[in-house]
């Protein structure tokens, strides 16, 4: 139901075999009474893209010596570059790879998929091709990849082990007859964020997504309540933008003209491995005209910063933006430039939206997630912290936004709200409107 980290996997007295995971919030969800828990699961192979791939694919400026004194937000201290126009980026790359991509490649198949050695090279997807219980009309690239837009290829299969990042939509197990007194089921837990929280019945919460999804037989095909009229509107409003959920967010963030991102980033967000809150801000700054070009998420970053801690990059909750509206941020710093504009605007952004980190020359008074530092004279940083870390001491103290006696009685409350009954057919009063075959695409039935 949500991209987390597998926090324990193995078989208690109460839960049988089960299956935790904790979400960047801190909610924990566990899937229990399974009979059988995944081997493995299907993880976006990494990937790499140089920095000077990256600067020639988006038309970059070069580099500019790194300044020594950090800049203010009311007066910059370092000397700015006089910029020279950048020369469009070549097509020959793309010609090239579109070439590459239609030639036709050998299929590699085992004769014995399950062995060790042919396991690890492709066999374990010959054997996920040739499970009998795959649903009708399911292909192997909607197995494997899950809910990710990946192709098999780019895809590799990790053991399923405490630690394991996965994405929503993963199988992480599957149910059957595990008792001779109870038929197959799945015991569903949810624990939300917050130091003493108690596991909650998940089922007002389950019935409310149901709910929702069936309202969807009133809209027209193809279209999203919160995505505009169509399936690329660009119409939606911040607050619906900031709302949506991460598939929704992936999709438009992809086709929006407005935000420009490198190819190796294009995978990440299509592998799924992007935070959902980078994808609402990337769309809440073009939707404030500030379109951004995106330099760096997962991919062609390394682990650590160059302070020696983990980057935040390596779980795809920060992005690098180098322009906005084609102006570089290399040599447009200080008090009313473009870098200054944005960073007000993200600066706008609260609760669980607020950047834990907006890193470029400038810092701004009450602002104490602006940091200024010398590397960052060509891009704004704009990363997300956990708010929650499994196990840890920092974790344990943080303050739940209900005392645990008051989560029993919300759920409670929303356990007694009757829900209305949402019709799947027209009712005997519904009247057609008839349609011609030339607006087939705007159905009103």
């Not at 000397?79 to 090239?96: F, I, N, Q, V, Y």
């Not at 909607?142 to 590799?156: C, E, F, N, R």
């Not at 799947?424 to 409107?433: E, I, L, N, Q």
């Amino acid at each position: 139901v949500q991209d987390g980290t597998i926090i324990s996997v193995g078989t208690t007295k109460r839960l049988g075999r089960f299956v935790r995971l904790a979400d960047a919030y801190g909610n924990t969800y566990t899937y229990a009474h399974l009979k059988k828990i995944a081997e493995r699961v299907p993880v976006p192979k990494a990937g790499t893209q140089s920095t000077a791939s990256i600067a020639r694919e988006l038309a970059l400026p070069k580099a500019d010596p790194t300044p020594t004194i950090a800049a203010t937000a009311g007066k910059p201290t370092h000397e700015r570059p006089k910029l020279t126009g950048a020369a469009p980026a070549s097509t020959a790359g793309a010609t090239a790879g579109a070439a590459a991509a239609a030639a036709t490649t050998k299929v590699r198949l085992f004769a014995h998929p399950a062995r060790a050695n042919a396991r690890a090279n492709g066999g374990a997807q010959q054997l996920a091709e040739q499970q009998s219980d795959l649903a009708a009309g399911e292909t192997l690239k909607s197995y494997v990849a899950g809910g990710s837009d990946l192709d098999p290829k780019d895809i590799a299969l990790k053991p399923l082990v405490k630690g394991r990042r996965v994405i929503a939509g993963t199988i992480l197990g599957r149910i059957g007859v595990v008792t001779k007194s109870e038929s197959p089921h799945l015991h569903f837990e949810i624990r939300p964020a917050g130091r003493g929280a108690p596991r909650i019945d998940p089922k007002p919460i389950l019935d409310g997504w149901k709910l929702l999804e069936a309202t969807a037989i009133y809209r027209a095909r193809g279209t999203n309540a919160l995505a505009g009229v169509g399936a690329g509107a660009q119409d939606a409003s911040i607050g619906q933008i900031l709302l949506m959920s991460k598939e929704q967010l992936a999709a438009r963030v992809l086709a929006n003209p407005r935000i420009d991102i490198y190819s190796c980033g294009r995978r990440d967000i299509e592998a799924g491995a992007i935070d959902r809150r980078v994808l609402a801000t990337l769309e809440f700054l073009a939707a404030n005209g500030l379109d951004p070009t995106v330099t760096s998420l997962r991919c062609g970053h390394s682990y650590y910063a160059t302070d020696g801690n983990v980057s935040e990059h390596s779980d795809g909750s920060a992005v690098d933006i180098a322009k906005i509206n084609g102006i570089p941020i290399l040599g447009h710093q200080g008090a009313g430039s473009i870098t200054d504009m944005t960073i007000r605007r993200l600066l706008t952004l609260q609760g669980t939206m607020e950047p834990h980190q907006i890193i470029s020359l400038m810092t701004y008074p009450d602002a104490p997630n602006t940091l200024a530092l010398p590397d960052h004279a060509d891009h704004i940083h704009v990363g997300f912290a956990p708010e929650y870390t499994p196990g840890s001491a920092a974790g344990a103290q943080i303050a739940a936004t209900l005392k645990p006696s008051q989560w029993v009685k919300l759920i409670d409350r929303l356990g007694a709200i009757s829900n209305p009954t949402v019709a799947t057919k027209p009712s005997r009063y519904a009247v057609r409107v008839p349609v011609t075959r030339a607006s087939d695409a705007h159905r009103g039935e």
